[in-house]
């Protein structure tokens, strides 16, 4: 609930701040005094667009703070048990005061600039925002022409019919969302077939290419130090000779004089030369090994230069690959992997056409099942809710009219990629389904309906939103809900009536309303007037308003006012005690215990 709201230099609000209370707390004012001003307050805490021509007149800045309560009490254990809300809090590092309160602060610079904080954290308005209308519903007269727009009919079926239709377009959704990804991919390749057509040359080319020569991974490097040994083939040849011959040659050879050594050693008797055999032994055997390896270097070596030009001409093969593809041997084998995976995709444009085609088919078909599952749910819902909203509104001095709730397809136009067909129908399968939702009044029962865009007034418009209103806020609880002279163009009885509707609402949620009606003020548990001060003798200073409570007393004076201005008089009081007595007894009658 909403606790607490602050304002400084906005409108014509110099400084104020006003307690609110659970249940249902009425605004009212002479005109101009600043009513308005209160909603715009909760607007910009909502994240409304910031308008600096809403600063007061020589004010820097006009700053609005609210304090919230999010939870029942301040000994909870885990206060915040709206999921939505303790997402929010944690992701931008806001606090919650001790008692279970938030503190939300909107600033707008009179250059347009604004700022916003949340429990003490700077976040961007678009975050305060999705919390505090998680949180405050705001209807104003504004929202009653919303009303007449079809996805805003549409969407207040759907949040009549809650979890049936919710998971209905969920999956309607996810089969849409998939149908659409086809026919992206669907539209792509049969605009780049052409192209996908020439790629798919390039890389069976390259990869033929590849193919024919033939590369074996790291063989580049390979080839390079085989081709630098050999280009001075003769010279590698007389050093390899020459070694092996001093290590193992006919004559005094290094194996040979090992040899003799050992022989000697072997036959002395001396323990100390003894002592030297195994190391002459081991050195034998190393220069034995080092002889047979320059054995094998020398027989390798090619007789003459032909190796040599092979080698040379197979290095070449692999630097026309490695100059066209990749910069290493390594590189130029991993190319040819891709493209083949590449070209498996694109090999036949012709049958990735006709395969997307299919696909394309089966998910419209997935797309028309669910469409068609969302359309009876909705028609059903349609039906409840059409009953409960008339019956509201016979309690709300609309005689004997009732609201129909129409549930018909959005019609689609001969080219339209996302037509289905529901019941031999063609219809657009839009991003909420095929549905095309209208509501109609009726006069009387038999009467002809009639969209209420064509035939509502203002005053039976607001009735209609305040009875849906109150059918759509049935199931719930909790939840802050604001009415901006929501009983525009009302009086009399109906007056009574939205009245009596609007403390039915605050018996289960906050209800905040500005009204110029005294038979909706009298049904309030709180009253705050904006009272006005004009600059007095003080020139060019401008107007201020002020906010306050109002005890019993002062609320008979103030209906008084607002029953055609009759003001102390003992005629106006009377009429006012009257009124207000009427209500708080019908009040204490009708009500069950407040949640």
């Not at 919230?68 to 806001?94: C, M, N, Q």
């Not at 129409?406 to 549905?435: F, Q, S, Y």
Request: avoid cysteine.
């Amino acid at each position: 609930m909403l606790e607490e709201l602050s304002i400084e230099g906005l409108g014509v609000i110099e400084q104020a701040s006003a307690q609110f209370h659970p249940g249902f707390t009425v605004l009212t004012g002479e005109t101009g005094a600043g009513k308005t001003m209160i909603v715009t307050s909760l607007h910009l805490l909502s994240g409304a667009r910031a308008d600096a021509s809403r600063v007061r007149s020589g004010d820097s800045k006009a700053t609005v703070e609210g304090r919230f309560r999010l939870s029942g009490t301040a000994d909870d254990d885990d206060p915040i048990s709206d999921p939505v809300v303790a997402e929010i809090l944690e992701a931008s590092g806001a606090d919650v005061d001790d008692d279970g309160s938030m503190i939300a602060v909107r600033s707008v610079n009179s250059d347009g600039r604004s700022r916003a904080h949340l429990g003490g954290r700077s976040v961007p308005v678009g975050v305060m925002g999705r919390l505090t209308n998680h949180l405050l519903t705001i209807h104003g007269q504004n929202d009653q022409l919303r009303l007449l727009k079809p996805e805003h009919q549409r969407a207040a079926l759907d949040t009549f019919a809650g979890s049936s239709v919710a998971g209905a377009l969920s999956s309607y959704r996810a089969a849409r969302d998939e149908w659409v990804a086809v026919l992206d991919d669907l539209d792509a390749r049969r605009t780049n077939y052409r192209e996908l057509a020439q790629e798919a040359d390039r890389l069976r080319f390259g990869i033929d290419e590849i193919a024919a020569v033939d590369p074996a991974p790291g063989e580049d490097a390979e080839l390079s130090a085989t081709i630098r040994r050999l280009s001075d083939l003769e010279t590698i040849r007389t050093a390899g000779a020459q070694s092996h011959e001093i290590v193992i040659g006919d004559g005094a050879s290094v194996v040979e004089g090992l040899g003799q050594v050992r022989s000697i050693l072997e036959a002395t008797a001396d323990d100390t030369l003894r002592e030297l055999l195994p190391r002459v032994t081991e050195a034998l055997t190393v220069v034995t090994d080092v002889g047979e390896e320059l054995t094998s270097f020398l027989a390798d070596l090619p007789a003459d230069a032909e190796e040599l030009d092979k080698l040379l001409n197979r290095q070449a093969e692999l630097k026309a690959l490695v100059r066209k593809y990749a910069p290493d041997i390594d590189g130029v084998i991993a190319w040819r992997t891709s493209a083949e995976s590449r070209l498996a995709e694109i090999d036949d444009p012709h049958r990735s056409i006709t395969e997307l085609e299919n696909a394309a088919s089966a998910a419209r078909e997935k797309v028309q099942e669910e469409a068609t599952k969302l359309h009876k749910r909705r028609a059903t819902a349609a039906k409840s809710m059409a009953t409960k909203v008339s019956a509201e509104l016979a309690g709300l001095a609309m005689g004997d009219a009732l609201l129909a709730v129409e549930v018909g397809l959005d019609p689609a136009t001969d080219d339209d990629r996302l037509a289905i067909d529901l019941d031999g129908r063609n219809a657009h399968a839009g991003a909420d389904g095929a549905d095309r939702v209208e509501f109609a009044l009726l006069a009387h029962k038999g009467a002809t309906a009639l969209p209420i865009a064509k035939s509502a007034s203002g005053g039976e418009l607001s009735r209609v939103m305040l009875a849906m209103e109150v059918v759509l806020a049935a199931p719930t609880s909790g939840s802050i809900m604001v009415f901006d002279e929501v009983d525009a163009g009302v009086g009399g009885r109906a007056a009574v009536e939205i009245g009596r509707r609007l403390a039915g609402l605050a018996r289960a949620h906050q209800v905040i309303v500005v009204t110029h009606l005294p038979q909706v003020a009298a049904f309030a548990d709180n009253h705050l007037v904006i009272g006005k001060n004009t600059g007095g003798a003080k020139k060019n200073r401008p107007n201020t308003s002020t906010v306050r409570t109002l005890d019993r007393d002062e609320r008979v004076a103030e209906l008084a006012r607002m029953l055609a201005g009759l003001g102390d008089s003992d005629t106006g009081r009377a009429h006012a005690e009257e009124l207000l007595a009427t209500a708080e007894s019908e009040k204490s009658v009708a009500a069950p215990p407040r949640r």
